[in-house]
């Protein structure tokens, strides 16, 4: 044993844990070198531990969420952003886990997390983000809610390309998109209209597995369907046999003729249409 070398106890717990250590998988020696690493306020053995005690291990260890929590509070507390996305996530689905809600606490650690992953782990970041925009856009008795906090992190999960919970991430940032849009411009004002852009991350959303989003989608091509975006005319007060052009783009507008397609461009739908990302 390397007594006092807490890296090196953590790597015994995981080659007991793994097998490579004998023949097999040896789970009470994983634990004792894991506990050794913890002691000493190891990350990656505090991590270790609290996954153990989250699972269970037969015979070995007794399923704990609370004592997972505690080992995950040490790591957390100590910058460790895995620890502190697990968190976020135990608390923003405190029922599934059997806690108490605490959605400040849950803000506090999705918002360490997006901090200190950004730059080492994008799909770490990306769920701290999505909890983030999940907790201000929903609201509660604890925590106010914010369309233009939950637009912005909603944003910074979807844009790295590695937001999760099956398209649900990209399918609240479209809500979040149009509430806003709603607050800020009502008309939806050619060169302020966040609706095409909500149109391609409902695409996404829908491509991630989210099923909703096919409703939300048919209800905005149908809102459109059938007139010119540019002088609202309509399909039968066009000329006889004239089909109407659809942007290539955001394939939600419609013109009845390219004359008007280009006026909606230069007037400001160019920008709409090539802000999707953003």
Same mark, same amino acid.
């Given at each position: 044993?390397?007594?006092?070398?807490?890296?090196?106890?953590?790597?015994?717990?995981?080659?007991?844990?793994?097998?490579?250590?004998?023949?097999?998988?040896?789970?009470?020696? @994983?634990?004792?070198?894991?506990?050794?690493?913890?002691?000493?306020?190891?990350?990656?053995?505090?991590?270790?531990?609290?996954?153990?005690?989250?699972?269970?291990?037969?015979?070995?260890?007794?399923?704990?969420?609370?004592?997972?929590?505690?080992?995950?509070?040490?790591?957390?507390?100590?910058?460790?952003?895995?620890?502190?996305?697990?968190?976020?996530?135990?608390?923003?689905?405190?029922?599934?886990?059997?806690?108490?809600?605490?959605?400040?606490?849950?803000?506090?650690?999705?918002?360490?997390?997006?901090?200190?992953?950004?730059?080492?782990?994008?799909? @770490?970041?990306?769920?701290?983000?999505?909890?983030?925009?999940?907790?201000?856009?929903?609201?509660?008795?604890?925590?106010?809610?914010?369309?233009?906090?939950?637009?912005?992190?909603?944003?910074?999960?979807?844009?790295?390309?590695?937001?999760?919970?099956?398209?649900?991430?990209?399918?609240?940032?479209?809500?979040?998109?149009?509430?806003?849009?709603?607050?800020?411009?009502?008309?939806?004002?050619?060169?302020?209209?966040?609706?095409?852009?909500?149109?391609?991350?409902?695409?996404?959303?829908?491509?991630?597995?989210?099923?909703?989003?096919?409703?939300?989608?048919?209800?905005?091509?149908?809102?459109?369907?059938?007139?010119?975006?540019?002088?609202?005319?309509?399909?039968?007060?066009?000329?006889?046999?004239?089909?109407?052009?659809?942007?290539?783009?955001?394939?939600?507008?419609?013109?009845?003729?390219?004359?008007?397609?280009?006026?909606?461009?230069?007037?400001?739908?160019?920008?709409?249409?090539?802000?999707?990302?953003?």
């Amino acid at each position: 044993m390397c007594r006092g070398l807490k890296w090196a106890q953590f790597q015994a717990g995981f080659k007991y844990e793994s097998g490579e250590i004998g023949r097999h998988p040896n789970m009470k020696k @994983a634990v004792q070198y894991y506990k050794l690493s913890a002691e000493q306020n190891h990350p990656p053995g505090l991590l270790n531990l609290a996954r153990l005690y989250s699972d269970g291990v037969p015979g070995v260890i007794k399923r704990s969420t609370m004592k997972a929590m505690g080992y995950l509070q040490k790591a957390a507390d100590l910058g460790n952003f895995h620890a502190q996305v697990n968190i976020a996530r135990m608390l923003y689905h405190f029922e599934h886990f059997g806690l108490d809600a605490d959605y400040p606490k849950a803000v506090k650690y999705a918002t360490l997390a997006s901090q200190y992953a950004t730059v080492t782990d994008k799909t @770490a970041a990306a769920e701290a983000n999505s909890i983030l925009g999940f907790l201000f856009l929903d609201g509660n008795h604890e925590l106010y809610s914010s369309v233009n906090l939950a637009t912005h992190y909603l944003g910074l999960a979807v844009k790295n390309g590695t937001a999760s919970y099956d398209g649900l991430t990209e399918f609240k940032y479209c809500d979040a998109l149009v509430q806003q849009n709603e607050n800020l411009y009502p008309y939806h004002l050619t060169g302020f209209n966040a609706i095409p852009r909500v149109m391609f991350w409902l695409r996404k959303s829908l491509t991630a597995g989210q099923s909703a989003a096919k409703n939300v989608i048919n209800n905005f091509e149908s809102r459109e369907r059938g007139k010119c975006s540019a002088c609202n005319a309509s399909e039968d007060e066009a000329a006889a046999g004239k089909k109407f052009l659809r942007c290539g783009r955001c394939k939600l507008y419609h013109y009845c003729s390219k004359e008007c397609q280009m006026k909606a461009w230069n007037a400001g739908h160019k920008v709409d249409c090539k802000s999707v990302y953003c």
